[in-house]
């Protein structure tokens, strides 16, 4: 019995290892060649996928938690006709490398700062959705005097609740082993039903096509990593920064849906408490991937503000 039941420990422990091995070996992350969009540049030692279309002032595009600059693909033509547009993905997401990354938003704010003075953009908006909101809101009350003003779209800006799933999955050493076991498992058909989830209001938006792009690249051993120690890192982010909301000097802008969580729409209405400049625009019957439910609607309000900001400066 003794005999049998050591077997089973080594062979758990082995299991153990391989599961280790395979996750901290990148395996199962998607290479630069399978992507069909985007060029590539190098931050202190990242490389990093992005996009950039027209002339003009320049807007900055955030992705959330998960996600890839394909999620700006419906306001990116609209939107370059008048403006320079840079979408990237962010570090650990889509097809850009996270070997440094510490999972915080005062490091995708820093690497948007390096992003503005490599690409040398000016007269500069931020437009960020969820994890990337909340990374506009980090960039607000940093104050870089080349960022005009910010928009935030289905921002977290207080406190989030992290599933417990996030929790094993960040665990060291052995969360990227975790998160590749998830990756060769259930990972696509769960983020297939979340994407279908969030656009439930919209069924014709969640074509084969666009739900089975963002289920294999979200469900990378990376990005499923990624997401989890994001997760894990947000409220210590958000703590380190909502005592200086009320500080913030330049235009905000906040687009969020009367569908989306409680704990969101909270947030935002707490903003604009405590910053009544604010303009917070809640969009009726929908969810929270505002730039694909909404598209013509959020165009719109992009507009407004970035004429506003105009003769703001001017």
Same mark, same amino acid.
């Given at each position: 019995?003794? !005999?049998?039941? !050591?077997? #089973?420990?080594?062979?758990?422990?082995?299991?153990?290892?391989?599961?280790?091995?395979?996750?901290?070996?990148?395996?199962?992350?998607?290479?630069?060649?399978? =992507?069909?969009?985007?060029?590539?540049?190098?931050?202190?030692?990242?490389?990093?996928?992005?996009?950039?279309? +027209?002339? +003009?002032?320049?807007?900055?595009?955030?992705?959330?938690?998960?996600?890839?600059?394909?999620?700006?693909? #419906?306001?990116?033509?609209?939107?370059?006709?008048?403006?320079?547009?840079?979408?990237?993905?962010?570090? +650990?997401?889509?097809? =850009?490398?996270?070997?440094?990354?510490?999972?915080?938003?005062?490091?995708?704010?820093?690497?948007?700062?390096?992003?503005?003075?490599?690409?040398?953009?000016? $007269?500069?908006?931020?437009?960020?959705?969820?994890?990337? +909101?909340?990374?506009?809101?980090?960039?607000?009350?940093?104050?870089?005097?080349?960022?005009?003003?910010?928009?935030?779209?289905? @921002?977290?800006?207080?406190?989030?609740? @992290?599933?417990?799933?996030?929790?094993?999955?960040?665990?060291?050493?052995?969360?990227?082993?975790?998160?590749?076991?998830?990756?060769?498992?259930?990972?696509?058909?769960?983020?297939?039903?979340?994407?279908?989830?969030?656009?439930? $209001?919209?069924?014709?938006?969640?074509?084969?096509?666009?739900?089975?792009?963002?289920?294999?690249?979200?469900?990378? @051993?990376?990005?499923?990593?990624?997401?989890?120690?994001?997760?894990?890192?947000?409220?210590?982010?958000?703590?380190?920064?909502?005592?200086?909301?009320?500080?913030?000097?330049? @235009?905000?802008?906040?687009?969020?849906?009367?569908?989306?969580?409680?704990?969101?729409?909270?947030?935002?209405?707490?903003?604009?408490?405590?910053?009544?400049?604010?303009?917070?625009?809640?969009?009726?019957?929908?969810?929270?991937? /505002?730039? /694909?439910?909404?598209?013509?609607?959020?165009?719109?309000?992009?507009?407004?503000?970035?004429?506003?900001?105009?003769?703001?400066?001017?």
């Amino acid at each position: 019995m003794k !005999k049998k039941i !050591k077997l #089973l420990f080594v062979i758990i422990l082995i299991a153990l290892l391989a599961l280790v091995l395979l996750g901290h070996l990148g395996i199962g992350n998607k290479s630069e060649t399978d =992507s069909k969009k985007g060029e590539y540049l190098t931050i202190n030692h990242e490389k990093i996928r992005y996009l950039q279309k +027209g002339v +003009g002032d320049d807007l900055i595009l955030i992705h959330g938690t998960p996600g890839c600059i394909e999620d700006w693909d #419906l306001v990116v033509d609209s939107l370059s006709k008048k403006y320079r547009v840079t979408a990237i993905d962010r570090l +650990g997401n889509g097809f =850009s490398t996270a070997n440094n990354y510490q999972y915080t938003l005062e490091e995708n704010s820093a690497l948007i700062h390096d992003l503005i003075d490599t690409l040398k953009l000016k $007269n500069i908006t931020i437009i960020g959705h969820s994890f990337g +909101g909340s990374t506009t809101a980090q960039l607000a009350v940093e104050n870089n005097p080349k960022i005009d003003s910010y928009i935030m779209i289905a @921002p977290p800006l207080y406190q989030i609740k @992290p599933d417990n799933i996030y929790k094993i999955a960040s665990i060291p050493i052995l969360g990227k082993g975790f998160t590749y076991l998830i990756h060769k498992t259930t990972a696509k058909e769960i983020i297939s039903d979340g994407i279908k989830s969030s656009l439930q $209001n919209n069924p014709k938006l969640h074509t084969s096509e666009f739900v089975n792009f963002r289920a294999n690249l979200w469900s990378q @051993p990376k990005v499923l990593y990624t997401t989890s120690k994001e997760r894990m890192n947000y409220n210590d982010g958000l703590n380190k920064i909502t005592p200086h909301y009320s500080s913030i000097k330049k @235009p905000i802008l906040i687009i969020v849906g009367d569908l989306d969580s409680e704990d969101i729409l909270k947030d935002c209405e707490k903003f604009k408490k405590i910053r009544p400049e604010t303009n917070l625009i809640i969009l009726e019957n929908t969810r929270h991937f /505002v730039q /694909v439910e909404r598209t013509e609607k959020l165009l719109e309000e992009i507009e407004k503000h970035l004429s506003m900001v105009k003769k703001e400066v001017l």
